[in-house]
């Protein structure tokens, strides 16, 4: 089997490559973007790419090649059940109700008078989300109904912006206190500030439709479980200070004892009925102590996940020791 592979300085695709040159297998690179690119995969029985939720145009395109490759009958990672719905919250929020899966209660509304009416009905307070973003971007607590109607009045007249610089701004300020974020980086992030980035401009403003989820109180952390064929791992991910939101804070523990696996089991039940290949999961836990899931995706940081002490199968037996997952997802595709 010859595997082609789209190379970037970030993600899954050095690992792949490795990968490859150590175990003596047939692979190219290409890039996806190149107007042939059909053609240069005619030789390949598989694409691998790990496209990324904030590159425009990866946003644009990537997708759209990945779906055309499998109805020629070609393997591609992500494939489609694991990739439609990627950075889509509102797509997660039909697909996890329409399989049963113990989602967040969420409701999503496509006209104003709806929303606003819901909003007379409902309790507060609730997290409201845009469809898209990761590491808690987008993500901001309603603590009131005066909130929640001047954010529908804005989910329906100007829009939101798909890139929030004020939000990035402070997200990359906490990086930067926990020694994650040299100065440079931290420049970049105040001139973003005043000069927009190509995603924002390409995506543009969402607007047209209103998400929320039902907030679910005194969770310090949330439970990330990711699911790779018949493998699963997890980390406990620690809120930021003064917030309810775990994602991107930086904040990780590894600890086996520190995860329900409650959360393992439910990962690897939902991931056979979406039948995906890779899911990565978050949870929560409601008031009763029942885990639910908040949201899903394909793709995720890697290399936090090195430091993982082991890993469950598809039976919760536990295998201890270090992995590296994403050699795990092409030695699915090579199975």
Same mark, same amino acid.
């Given at each position: ?84 719905h ?36 409902t ?9 898209g ?11 009131s ?23 990035? *701004? ?5 990086? #930067?206190? /926990? ?5 440079? +980086?931290? @420049? &970049? ?34 439970i ?40 393992v ?26 885990p ?23 039976? *919760? ?5 270090? #992995?590296? /997952? ?5 030695? +699915?595709? @090579? &199975?």
């Amino acid at each position: 089997m010859k595997i082609a592979i789209h190379k970037s300085s970030w993600g899954f695709s050095p690992e792949w490559i490795n990968y490859c040159e150590k175990n003596s297998i047939p692979y190219k690179i290409v890039n996806c973007y190149d107007t042939d690119i059909i053609s240069q995969l005619e030789d390949c029985e598989v694409l691998f790419w790990h496209h990324h939720h904030s590159d425009a145009k990866d946003v644009l395109f990537a997708k759209g090649l990945l779906f055309a490759l499998e109805q020629t009958g070609k393997k591609v990672f992500p494939e489609f059940n694991s990739n439609w719905h990627f950075d889509d919250k509102v797509g997660q929020k039909y697909l996890l109700e329409a399989i049963d899966a113990p989602l967040v209660k969420s409701f999503v509304f496509y006209e104003k008078k709806d929303a606003m009416a819901w909003i007379e009905k409902t309790s507060f307070p609730k997290v409201f989300k845009l469809r898209g973003g990761a590491g808690s971007a987008n993500v901001k607590l309603i603590r009131s109904k005066s909130q929640a109607h001047n954010i529908v009045n804005k989910a329906f007249g100007k829009g939101f912006p798909a890139y929030d610089k004020w939000n990035d *701004l402070k997200e990359q300020y906490l990086r #930067f206190t /926990q020694g994650k974020l040299n100065r440079i +980086e931290a @420049l &970049k992030s105040i001139r973003r500030v005043f000069v927009s980035t190509r995603f924002a401009k390409t995506v543009g403003n969402q607007k047209g439709y209103v998400y929320f989820q039902e907030f679910i109180p005194n969770n310090d952390s949330d439970i990330r479980v990711i699911t790779i064929g018949e493998k699963a791992f997890a980390i406990k991910r620690m809120t930021r200070p003064n917030d309810f939101r775990a994602s991107g804070g930086g904040v990780i523990k590894f600890e086996k004892e520190l995860i329900d696996e409650r959360c393992v089991t439910i990962a690897f039940e939902t991931s056979k009925k979406l039948n995906a290949s890779v899911v990565a999961y978050d949870f929560v836990f409601d008031s009763e102590n029942k885990p639910l899931i908040v949201e899903i995706n394909y793709g995720f940081a890697h290399q936090p996940y090195y430091n993982c002490p082991g890993y469950w199968d598809k039976n *919760l037996n536990w295998h201890e020791g270090k #992995f590296n /997952q994403v050699e795990w997802i092409l030695e +699915e595709y @090579l &199975k």
